[in-house]
């Protein structure tokens, strides 16, 4: 079998022999899995696989193109594919490469699974959800073990090798009593070792005791305007749609981003500070290589409330003259506030505590209309019935301007750290 290495080297010779400029990147992958299913624990299998993506430059014309093959017939395909569509792509001059650094290799994580500790964990986990939370019911549950080993070149000499392991366990689930059930939920948490019980970590005791409570849910009658207390996996989605509608590439590029021409400016409430941190320890699956061939740095995107940097890469750096940022994004980690959870609740007149959010993508300015899932109405300083038909509208930037509490309880799922966040003047409707 060839290497990464050998793989890489025929791509950029490739290119050098047409006279262009380049970069591959080369990906082996496996995947170790452990499925619940019919009450049991089964379907213990491994899936590798390859891929190979290559990028042309030609006289300031891109083509890219992928494979799922090593050998050297596809490599050569892969390349010629790569060719052809940069001939007949427009001239761009913001197209280019990351530029010559020192070659350097990364690895964490265990490179091979631990089975039977995968599945003594996940056995243990659910004899511990049978005893402590008997309406539990799984539409499925899954551990995994995933290992990559990655490989960035390009025709100036850059060279990054990145070896990572890790686990990953998921599970979807309602509560169920006689005819009656609740909604489905989920968690889900990465790990570098299975030394911990899984209820134990992240979020999972918590959310697993609040499903057993949406058995029985209360409609909502009429309208108001309240204040919501995002859990913290409801609140990375609120980040994730900030970062897409407001800070990405795209959106800069094509100057509907409102927040163009806010950096260095307030743009949230001064409780908010909010990085992307690949490189983080406590992060169990981050990453070291930029897309476009640099290596992940962490950065602020907000610091007390005051917008630090976008999330763009070099083309749209390019393309807009703003600096290109550290990271790609993600692996977000907003700093501990000064208040305890339970006190946030305790200081809410009406309200809700939302644990998750369905609704379509948002408008261009950050309004948002959607549904508040697997979530509790808060009453007088108390978190009372589960509610279903719940409405919520608002918009972002809005949003994270009216934060008025963080708490100091954060949970780490490892992909992110963050709170629990309080948002006040959100519309929440009935029917």
Known sequence: MRTNEQIAQQVLSLLREQGAEGACSVSRTAKTELYYESGKIDMVRTNRNLSLSVKALKNQKKGTSSVNSGDEASVRQAVADALTAAEVAKEDAAEGLSESAAPKQFSVGPAAPDKDAMYRRFREFLDEVARKYPTISFDSAGIEHDFSDDLYVNTNGVHYQTRQGGYGFSPMFMSKQGDRSSSFNYFGVIFREPSSPFLSLGNAAQTLEDTEKQLNTRTLEGKFT?????????????????????????VLIDGTSIWKDKKETQVADGRLTWRSCPRSDEIAWGYFVTGDGYEARNMDIIQGGVLKNFVIGRYAAQKTGLPRSLSDGGCYVVDAGSDCLEDMIGSTGRGLLMNRFSGGAPSSNGDITGVAKNSFLIENGKVTDAVSEVMISGNLARMLADICAVSRERVNSGSSILPWVKIRGIVISGK
């Open 226 to 250: 309240g204040e919501v207390i995002f859990t913290p996996q409801c609140f990375e989605d609120l980040l994730g749609s900030v970062e897409g509608n407001f800070l990405s590439g795209g």
